[in-house]
């Protein structure tokens, strides 16, 4: 059944299919460009979420939504995924020097690029996640948006790990996030995938089916999302994939995560040099050799003329004196 929401975040259209129907809410696809999102039953409107104590600790709020025990009983494994991404983006980008984690939580991977030489930054919207940041990143955590963190840019690697899914305009997040990059500069962005094989498997009890997912990405639609943002065409891939082309050893833990218990995807963008932008290296090369030729047939033309002129003269110093 087709229903009229809010305008789409991709192509702006108002048309969705219902998906599932669930206790948190509704999950509907939009039916032009195939993006899901999750909309309150009653209001048709995206879920929202407080990113409180409640969030990062079931026990002290809503245990449907956020973590168990993120800065407890989650730490070591929260810990040994982010050395194994922090491996893999030093590997993968060897020259990168200063990165920016934004959506940082409690500053897993800020700690652990640190730990690799980096000067690593976080931000993150919740004040209570930035004020029990994990030991090793004191004064490498701000709370606020990204916006704040625009006076420290460029960065030569931008991460989002699970955020772009609890923003109500990823199209708008992942410009402001691209923008923060240096030319050559990276933005690695990490979310669940949907409609993959776990989620045939669980059907309605899918594990990321979360009241503070606002979005669900397939590949196609994130790479839409990326292209729409960037300009440039992205592939993504299943996050296992990534970390063993980026030669990172991974741990048992975190394999059995993303086989078992989770399926997420990394895409990859890049930001051109500006002299490249636009046009493309091959057009850029063209118009190098197009420079060239012109110079090249403007002094041949000049020769000629000098040529010319030093016959003429010539000529002249051969012809009888007038009488």
Known sequence: MSQSYESCALCD?????????????????????GLVSLVDSETS???????????????????????????????????????SLAVGLTTRFPAARKTLDIGCGGGYLVRALADRGLDARGVDTSAFAV??????????????????MADVAPFDIV????????????????????????????????????????????GTEYVHFNSDHM????????????????????ATQDVLSTL?????????????????????????VTRELDVLRGAG?????????????????TNQQDIRRVDDDEVFDADRRHEPASV
């Open 215 to 234: 979005y669900y990405f397939t590949e196609q639609t994130l790479s839409a999302v990326l292209r729409k943002a960037t300009g440039s065409d992205v």
């Open 13 to 33: 259209t108002r048309k969705r299919s219902i998906e599932y129907e669930l206790p948190i809410g509704t999950i509907v696809a939009c039916e032009r460009c």
């Open 131 to 148: 004020a029990h940041g994990v030991e090793g990143t004191a004064g490498r955590l701000v709370e606020g948006t990204m916006s704040v």
């Open 45 to 83: 409107e995206l879920v929202t979420c407080s990113y409180d104590a409640g969030y990062y600790h079931a026990a002290a709020g809503n245990a449907s939504v956020g973590y168990t025990d993120y800065f407890g009983s989650e730490a070591t494994s929260r810990d040994s995924f982010a050395r």
């Open 244 to 268: 063993m082309d980026w030669h990172v050893a991974v741990p048992a833990d975190v394999q059995h995560k993303y086989t078992a218990d989770r399926d997420s995807i990394i895409a990859v």
């Open 281 to 297: 290296l091959l057009q850029f090369v063209n118009h190098l050799l197009d420079v060239l030729s012109a110079t090249t047939i």
């Open 159 to 202: 991460t989002m790990m699970d955020v772009i899914e609890h923003l109500p305009d990823p199209v708008s997040a992942i410009r402001g996030a691209f923008s923060f990059l240096r030319e050559g500069g990276s933005l690695v962005v990490l979310t669940p995938r949907y409609g993959g094989a776990l989620l045939q498997r669980q």
